[in-house]
């Protein structure tokens, strides 16, 4: 008799035990569910923000437009002297090459240069 019933204690906790795997199994199909809607929820915002940041980068490029139509004067004024100032440094960069070009091409060719530079500069004294 004694063994019967522990028997039917021993049954009584292996049916115990599965229905706690089974709703372990539940709770763990559950939160998978729920990790599958958050990542679907994660890519739609994902997708709204590609959207928005293009919604606001053309935002962006209309506001530098009415900007620059407003300041036109502003902004004509500081593009002429910045080609002006452009256009300075490349005047006294070539002045200063032409004046210096046997230096220049000196350093870039070496010594045979060097030497053909002074046989042309003193060609009338050979």
């Known amino acids: 008799m004694l063994a019967f019933k522990l028997v039917k204690v021993q049954i009584a906790?292996?049916?115990?035990?599965?229905?706690?795997?089974?709703?372990?199994t539940e709770g763990m199909t559950l939160?998978?569910?729920?990790?599958?809607?958050?990542?679907?929820?994660?890519?739609?915002?994902m997708d709204v923000a590609k959207v928005a940041l293009v919604g606001l980068?053309?935002?962006a490029v209309i506001i530098l437009i009415v900007l620059l139509v407003t300041h036109w004067k502003l902004v004509k004024r500081v593009?002429?002297?910045a080609l002006?100032?452009?256009?300075?440094?490349a005047k006294t960069a070539f002045g200063w090459l032409k004046k210096n070009?046997?230096?220049?091409?000196?350093?870039?060719?070496?010594?045979?240069?060097?030497a053909v530079v002074e046989?042309?500069?003193?060609w009338g004294a050979i």
């Open 57 to 59: 980068g053309i935002g």
């Open 101 to 114: 070009w046997p230096l220049v091409l000196g350093i870039l060719g070496g010594p045979f240069v060097l």
């Open 31 to 45: 939160a998978q569910s729920i990790a599958k809607i958050a990542t679907l929820g994660w890519a739609a915002a």
């Open 84 to 89: 002006h100032w452009i256009e300075q440094a």
């Open 79 to 81: 593009a002429v002297d």
């Open 119 to 122: 046989i042309v500069k003193h």
């Open 13 to 24: 906790i292996v049916a115990l035990a599965t229905k706690m795997a089974a709703a372990s």
